[in-house]
């Protein structure tokens, strides 16, 4: 059973589920997964696998299947974390709790883990990795938060969506085609995301845009923000001949990407942007294998670009951005989003995007490096779980 994200609307947890199942099957194809989602009938024939209404209506089928399982896996992705809600936290580890009385065995999959600025956030991280058997987390950051917390061995896994497969190329360029993006030029991937908003709150942003519970703050950095990026888009556009195409990864209302990204495009004098509204991970994929560069403001467009062999600029709001950077070795081509506005940093940033659009940038040459570290703990894991199975009963179902 895999306990993960938001994979209902959010393009990076679906990334990270999609790969995960991917290579599961790689090691035995006959494993059977089960996951949790707000849209079981379409995510089923999606990742192939068996599905969990989430809620109040699903919990007798998740008590079930959690007790039918040889292995939980929590993650991948950003679950330990109170940067956007003190409850989220929490959350988590009563998920884990429930998890680690029904099955027992409870691993902990490349994990985001921080920012924790709060104590009672640390308490209830210290007790989710106390029901963990084993603990892996995706980058170094994480690792250095988590240490702190817990005397068992942490283990650094990668992010799994490196290890995402691509669309045919074919069906990326009749995409590019059909919205007449003109794929002969650099193109340059831009994907942005609202931070200034978020704060610790005990009501999660996703409930308090739904419902109005509360003001959302930030919206004078937010506009000063799409200001700075239509500038620097519009001078590497006029600079390098380029084009933009602005690829949000997570699209629902109360995060709404592809709102920003119009924004940008609005602000923007010369007109030379496209908007792709992408939900299949594998499409989006290939479509950045037609970028000289991703500035990545959202984590996973960054991830899946490098897995595609491009090269990444990071807009950073949080820690996991020098994380994955340092994992690649190009810590330095990582911006902070606050510091981008507070210091008006645009030439930093078009260095930077200039840089990878002349090839003057080094490619990362770190990625299969990771893959096969992802690879290697998969095969590890599930062989174990076999294992572990047999001496007690019949082999089941790991559930992801």
């Excluded at 959010?10 to 035995?28: H, Q, W």
């Excluded at 065995?105 to 209830?124: A, K, N, Q, T």
């Excluded at 942490?154 to 009749?174: F, T, V, W, Y």
């Excluded at 000289?292 to 950073?316: E, K, P, T």
Aim: net charge positive; charged share 20%; proline share 5%.
């Amino acid at each position: 059973m895999i306990l993960a994200g938001d994979t209902d609307g959010n393009l990076g947890d679906r990334a990270i589920v999609l790969s995960m199942c991917n290579d599961l099957r790689r090691v035995n194809p006959n494993v059977e997964i089960w996951m949790i989602s707000g849209d079981p009938e379409n995510d089923k024939g999606f990742f192939n696998v068996n599905t969990i209404r989430r809620g109040i209506r699903g919990l007798p089928a998740l008590v079930s299947a959690a007790m039918d399982s040889d292995l939980i896996l929590c993650g991948g992705g950003g679950l330990f974390q109170d940067d956007g809600s003190l409850v989220k936290m929490p959350y988590w580890a009563m998920r884990i709790a429930l998890a680690k009385l029904l099955s027992h065995r409870v691993i902990g999959y490349s994990l985001g883990v921080g920012p924790l600025y709060h104590r009672l956030s640390r308490f209830f991280a210290r007790f989710a990795f106390s029901c963990m058997e084993r603990i892996s987390v995706r980058d170094p950051e994480a690792e250095k938060t988590s240490k702190p917390l817990t005397t068992k061995p942490i283990q650094i896994i990668p992010d799994p969506a490196l290890l995402l497969p691509a669309a045919p190329r074919n069906e990326a360029l009749s995409l590019l085609q059909r919205l007449s993006v003109p794929y002969e030029n650099p193109l340059v991937g831009v994907s942005v995301r609202r931070w200034f908003h978020q704060y610790p709150s005990l009501i999660p942003h996703k409930y308090a845009y739904k419902y109005k519970l509360r003001k959302i703050p930030g919206e004078h950095e937010c506009d000063r923000m799409t200001s700075l990026l239509a500038n620097v888009l519009d001078r590497i556009a006029e600079e390098h001949q380029a084009h933009i195409v602005f690829m949000p990864t997570y699209n629902v209302l109360h995060e709404s990407d592809d709102l920003l990204c119009q924004e940008i495009q609005e602000k923007m004098d010369s007109g030379r942007s496209s908007l792709i509204r992408i939900s299949d991970p594998r499409l989006y994929k290939a479509v950045t294998g037609f970028l000289s560069v991703m500035l990545g403001g959202r984590l996973h467009s960054a991830i899946i670009s490098v897995g595609m062999g491009i090269q990444v600029v990071g807009l950073a709001y949080n820690q996991k951005f020098w994380g994955f950077f340092e994992l690649l070795g190009i810590q330095d081509r990582v911006v902070s989003v606050e510091d981008f506005v507070k210091e008006e940093m645009t030439d930093q940033l078009i260095t930077l995007l200039s840089d990878a659009v002349i090839g003057k940038s080094k490619p990362t040459s770190k990625v299969m490096e990771l893959q096969a570290l992802i690879r290697k703990f998969n095969d590890d894991i599930l062989n174990k779980a076999y294992v572990y199975s047999a001496k007690n009963t019949q082999p089941k179902h790991v559930i992801s």
